[in-house]
């Protein structure tokens, strides 16, 4: 006799949003269980929206990772702004990232609302940063506000990652799965490369200069009989200064940033790389809508 399965799948999409730094590509990536998604100390390091895919026999969760919430100044930062926004319209659950050791970003939980009537869910992430009675007292103000479903988690250590994911996953619709379940990203291999160099020089360089860096990947060549795969990339600056600070003194700094970079990107595709920086200059790139459509960003909808 066939016994016919009750199971129902469930699917969608689940968006990871807060301020800047909160940790939000960390937690994505331990949802997932690899890195895909850049981290670095500095704020504003996610640009554009990332889509990570974690399934199993019974759900598939797609995130979303997004750049962190602010008052947009200039182009590029109306771009991620408003990537952000459409990942929260795009979104079937909400998961509202909180650093519970930077009163700003608690402050950006209180007042954070989307009036949607979708699933949320709130993290408390960096809960090594406080105490446990700290963290007590935070889960009542916030389940006073309402909020039922609270997770906290210290994603650097991958602590209480399990339980943020099962509580996601118990949000998700019923769906057919929405991507082939083998699937991990539907981001090209080629945008992970730019975006493994642009980490890179965010980890290397100080001040304006690493988020006036742009990165192009140009070539993308395998090659047979055991030789290294051939990356060509263009680091782009917005002023002749900046290259130089990017080259460095004899080509130093653009030698060690190749050098770290290659040994991420032969980690992530599993193969020997060969891998070609140059630098150039694209004046003022962030200000201007034609640059970032050239570049492959969202163009703000005030400047189409
Ligand atoms: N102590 C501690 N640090 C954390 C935790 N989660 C993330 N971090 C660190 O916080 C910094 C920012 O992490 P990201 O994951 O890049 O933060 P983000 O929210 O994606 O930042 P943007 O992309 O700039 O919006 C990194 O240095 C992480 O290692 C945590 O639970 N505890
Ligand atoms: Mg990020």
Avoid at 132 to 160: H, M, N, P, Q, S
Avoid at 220 to 229: A, I, L, M, S, V
Wanted: aromatic share 8%; proline share 5%.
């Amino acid at each position: 006799m066939t016994t016919l399965s009750t199971h129902t799948f469930r699917a969608g999409f689940v968006t990871l949003v807060g301020l800047p730094n909160v940790g939000k590509s960390t937690l994505l990536n331990a949802l997932v269980g690899e890195r895909l998604s850049i981290i670095t100390p500095k704020a504003q390091t996610t640009q554009r929206k990332l889509r990570a895919i974690y399934s199993n026999d019974s759900h598939q969760a797609v995130f979303i990772d997004t750049p962190g919430i602010m008052e947009p100044r200039y182009t590029l930062q109306r771009s991620m702004h408003e990537e952000a926004m459409s990942a929260i319209e795009d979104a079937d659950v909400i998961v509202a990232v909180i650093d519970v050791g930077f009163s700003p970003s608690i402050e950006w939980g209180i007042s954070f609302n989307p009036s949607s009537g979708k699933p949320k869910i709130l993290c408390f992430n960096k809960c090594d940063r406080i105490s446990k009675k700290e963290l007590v007292a935070l889960r009542e103000r916030f389940a006073d506000l309402g909020w039922e479903d609270i997770y906290t988690t210290d994603a650097v250590k991958e602590v209480g990652i399990k339980p943020l994911r099962s509580g996601i996953l118990a949000q998700l619709p019923e769906s057919a799965p929405l991507y082939p379940v083998d699937e991990l990203s539907d981001t090209p291999v080629r945008e992970f490369i730019a975006e493994m160099i642009r980490e890179t020089c965010l980890e290397e360089l100080v001040e304006e200069v690493p988020y006036s860096i742009a990165v192009q990947v140009e070539q993308f060549k395998e090659r047979r009989r055991g030789k290294p795969t051939y990356i060509e990339a263009v680091v782009y600056v917005e002023r002749e200064s900046q290259k130089g600070i990017v080259v460095g003194t004899g080509g130093t700094m653009i030698r060690k940033i190749g050098t770290r970079t290659r040994v991420k990107i032969e980690k992530f595709l599993e193969q020997r790389v060969y891998l070609e920086l140059r630098v150039k200059v694209l004046p003022n790139w962030r200000k201007k809508t034609h640059q970032l459509r050239v570049l492959g960003f969202r163009v703000p909808t005030q400047e189409k």
